[in-house]
């Protein structure tokens, strides 16, 4: 639904940017003053500036609550965590079994990345937050409040469009991080598939990491995975961290008691579906990338013509970065820009399923046929 609202909102603010229609009722205030007399300057919101104020109002509702329940729960999470990683340092009893010493290693390896992802979590749920509170002053200028100094004018806009870049600019650094991380994901599944049908269905369970142990286990018929604060279960009671925990080290000592002894065949096939689906996730972060780089740019064009209004004062950098346009064009393409490449982006978001599903099934038609 978001990504749908999303492609509606920069979509109509695409059609304002180019004017297209621009003969008909959407560009009409008048049409807006049959059905409500706004007073002055809002008396001059057009039918379309109203359709691209709801969209707008959307994304501040849920954009601004998906980042408040990002930070609560990673505070939470990180909680849990913390506790769980206290009672695993404070353990002194000592594993004799080989399966049971790797698994309170992955265990404790995998409290640890949790933890890390969990911090991530806060700091792009406070960015996202950041973003969704500057729709305020967005759905406000689609009803020219912004030519008041009723919540702060267009100095105010200018601000929050500024926060929301910054925010933006942090959100892009996860996307080349989240891009990179998924094509290394990708070649590790291919190169672990390989070694796993080279062992003929047995694992190499002393060196195997927490990512591989979630491999091996994904494709299981039993219960979710073992290590429970991965399942987004943050309601944990203090006093029974300690019993869950151990009972986390023995599921995952039974399943790799189960993995030493032999594994299906068909997993490392899977593994093999599964890094071409992750190498499709890799390649489509990038495509958000530069997406967003472009949006980024556009957008700050916009910030720079207000910072620096007077286009012969400008430095030479300045004008390099604004491809040497007069501000007014400048702030138009930067604004264009920015909204055609939000336009493409929730097209990419609701088409990628789609495409992980036909990579899916063109790898069982193939297994059908061999």
Same mark, same amino acid.
Request: glycine share 6%; proline share 5%; hydrophobic share 35%.
């Given at each position: 639904m978001d990504a749908i609202v999303q492609?509606?909102?920069?979509?109509?603010?695409?059609?304002? +940017?180019?004017n297209v229609?621009?003969?008909? *009722?959407?560009?009409?205030? +008048?049409?807006t003053a049959?059905?409500?007399? *706004?007073?002055?300057?809002m008396d001059q919101t057009t039918p379309l500036e109203i359709l691209i104020s709801i969209t707008q109002i959307y994304a501040l509702v849920t954009v601004s609550i998906a980042g408040a329940k990002m930070i609560s729960s990673s505070i939470k999470k990180l909680h849990l965590i913390s506790r769980l990683v206290s009672l695993q340092v404070e353990r002194n009893d000592a594993k004799k079994e080989k399966n049971e010493v790797v698994a309170r290693r992955i265990v404790t390896e995998s409290l640890l990345q949790e933890s890390d992802a969990a911090i991530r979590h806060f700091f792009v749920g406070v960015n996202v937050f950041a973003i969704g509170i500057s729709f305020v002053w967005l759905s406000a200028n689609s009803y020219h409040i912004t030519s008041t100094d009723w919540i702060g004018g267009v100095a105010a806009l200018i601000h929050a469009l500024t926060v929301a870049e910054i925010a933006l600019l942090v959100l892009l650094y996860y996307m080349v991080k989240d891009a990179r991380d998924a094509m290394r994901k990708s070649n590790d599944m291919k190169k672990f598939a390989a070694?796993?049908?080279?062992?003929?269905?047995?694992?190499?369970?002393?060196?195997?990491?927490?990512?591989?142990?979630?491999?091996?286990?994904?494709?299981e018929d039993d219960d979710a995975s073992p290590l429970f604060w991965t399942n987004g279960d943050v309601s944990s009671d203090v006093a029974a961290d300690g019993k869950m925990l151990t009972k986390a080290e023995e599921a995952v000592a039974t399943k790799l008691a189960k993995l030493a002894k032999s594994v299906d065949p068909q997993v490392a096939e899977s593994l093999l579906v599964k890094a071409d689906v992750c190498r499709f996730e890799g390649l489509r972060e990038y495509v958000y990338l530069v997406l967003n780089f472009f949006a980024f740019y556009g957008y700050a064009a916009c910030i720079l013509v207000y910072y620096f209004q007077n286009e012969e004062a400008q430095p030479s950098f300045m004008r390099t970065v604004l491809l040497h346009l007069p501000n007014a064009d400048a702030d138009w393409l930067g604004n264009a820009v920015g909204d055609f490449m939000w336009t493409v982006e929730p097209i990419v978001i609701l088409g990628s399923p789609l495409v992980a599903q036909?990579?899916?099934?063109?790898?069982?038609?193939?297994e059908k046929v061999a």
């Open positions: 492609f509606v909102r920069n979509a109509l603010c695409t059609v304002k +940017n180019f229609l621009g003969s008909t *009722f959407l560009y009409d205030p +008048n049409v049959r059905y409500y007399e *706004f007073p002055s300057p070694n796993l049908s080279k062992s003929k269905g047995f694992a190499e369970v002393d060196g195997l990491t927490v990512e591989e142990f979630g491999w091996l286990s994904a494709d036909s990579i899916t099934k063109d790898a069982k038609k193939k």
